[in-house]
């Protein structure tokens, strides 16, 4: 006999009329009839209050202190609806349903056994990170409160400033937790500044120079296109922009150089003082001979200008391997942390680097400023510059990448702390089935 599963409203509706009928039977039934009948009744009960569960174990180094985004790919029974729960508490989870992956956040604090229960009832209704468009830009944020920005209209230079530095297609505000604006652009020493963006410098388009950075020049720069996907959920927010490399030198016309997509996903790390999110960069050249990308300190990665309270004395710098604002420059590191004062002066914030193990160069070159720049007021600009130290061809029409993650703090982000998260995006947890 096969058992339809039934939802606990039908059931309990089942049960009631089930009973009012037995009941108006008792008097007519002999004791075998209805000790059959009671029987039947206690076994179908059970079928029906029966479900589809898996148990998900979460395979992670017992020591981490860190959430950690996780993925597993749900089996058939659960595509109509299923629940996620965690020592009997349910888990925001979120579903991709053409492709089946489930993902969530694993925080230290929860068992690493997790039980998938199938269900028609959803209670998946947690607090949503949410990607909206606002005056120009696409903000992903925890429900209406923004966290990062990303320009996808003209942003012109201030009043009497030559136009040439218009530019879209870069992140700002970059805000932590509190509100703190961490980036910055168009600063009056350099307004081809953006926030948090990554051109190339030195390139070369066959004989011909071309700099996609320096806006000044007039040589090129790299503008949006188009939203390729934009989304929002109980668990990320994420978007992929299309943008275009522009080649203004080497042709009687301007011709793309570049075509780039830009993948951001911001993830809730449920903790009021921090969030994270991931930034990569999938690239290729049409042109016949492809583009050469010459060794130099900027270009490429990511390059962060910061906002012009951190100085000398009050901002800091500490790499993966133990450098600082002093020696930080020209060397190589995993993750860097780069922090400041706070806008009120009365606690500090930053920002936690990291670079994919994948990524070319990896341990990553950086440019980190020396603390006496801009006429020895100690801004702070940070990079990862994949070809800082070693040239780099791109072929034509083959695709290239680049992924970096962030945390975004206030308060203080120990060294401990980040070789843990570094750890768990080089490193992703694996999810496996076990019998329960």
Request: net charge positive; glycine share 6%; charged share 25%.
């Given at each position: 006999m096969v058992f339809k599963l039934l939802n606990k409203k039908r059931i309990r509706k089942l049960r009631i009329i089930f009973s009012l009928n037995l009941l108006?039977?008792?008097?007519?039934?002999?004791?075998?009839?209805?000790v059959t009948i009671l029987f039947f009744l206690v076994i179908t009960s059970c079928i029906t209050e029966s479900t589809v569960t898996e148990k998900l174990r979460v395979f992670l180094d017992d020591k981490s202190i860190v959430s950690v985004p996780v993925q597993f790919k749900i089996s058939e029974p659960f595509r109509k609806g299923f629940i996620l729960k965690n020592n009997d508490k349910p888990v925001p989870f979120q579903l991709d349903s053409a492709t089946g992956i489930m993902r969530f956040m694993h925080h230290p604090v929860n068992e690493t056994d997790?039980?998938?229960?199938?269900?028609?009832?959803?209670?998946n209704e947690f607090s949503k990170v949410k990607a909206f468009k606002r005056d120009g830009n696409l903000v992903l944020g925890t429900n209406v409160t923004p966290r990062i920005s990303y320009r996808y209209e003209m942003a012109y230079p201030p009043k009497g400033v030559d136009s040439i530095y218009k530019?879209?297609?870069?992140?700002?505000?970059?805000?932590?937790?509190?509100?703190?604006?961490?980036t910055r652009i168009q600063p009056p020493d350099h307004y081809h500044h953006y926030g948090l963006w990554g051109p190339w410098t030195h390139t070369r388009i066959d004989t011909t120079l071309v700099d996609f950075w320096n806006l000044a020049l007039g040589m090129g720069t790299v503008l949006f296109k188009?939203?390729?996907?934009?989304?929002?959920?109980?668990?990320?927010?994420s978007f992929i922009a299309s943008q275009e490399h522009i080649d203004f030198k080497t042709s009687h016309a301007p011709q793309i150089a570049?075509?780039?997509d830009v993948h951001v996903r911001l993830w809730n790390l449920n903790r009021p003082d921090r969030y994270m999110f991931d930034y990569g960069t999938r690239f290729k050249s049409p042109l016949k001979n492809g583009i050469f990308f010459e060794a130099y300190r900027y270009g490429g990665g990511i390059g962060l200008r910061f906002?012009?309270?951190?100085?000398?004395?009050?901002?800091?710098?500490?790499?993966?391997?133990?450098?600082d604002r002093l020696t930080a420059d020209g060397t190589d590191a995993k993750w860097c942390i780069v922090s400041g004062t706070s806008y009120d002066g009365t606690g500090r914030n930053g920002i936690l680097f990291m670079s994919h193990p994948e990524n070319r160069a990896h341990p990553e070159p950086m440019r980190v400023w020396p603390i006496d720049a801009n006429n020895g007021r100690g801004d702070l600009f940070f990079e990862f510059s994949p070809i800082r130290h070693k040239a780099w061809r791109i072929e034509p029409a083959k695709e290239y990448s680049l992924n970096y993650r962030m945390v975004v703090f206030d308060g203080e982000l120990t060294g401990q702390e980040a070789e843990a998260y570094w750890q768990t995006y080089a490193n992703p947890p694996e999810t496996?089935?076990?019998?329960?």
């Open positions: 108006s039977m008792l008097n007519k039934l002999p004791i075998g009839r209805l997790y039980i998938v229960q199938a269900a028609n009832e959803k209670n530019k879209s297609g870069f992140i700002h505000p970059i805000l932590t937790p509190k509100g703190d604006t961490i188009e939203f390729k996907r934009i989304e929002s959920g109980t668990v990320f927010s570049i075509h780039e906002n012009e309270r951190w100085k000398s004395d009050n901002s800091t710098v500490l790499t993966s391997e133990g450098n496996k089935l076990i019998k329960k």
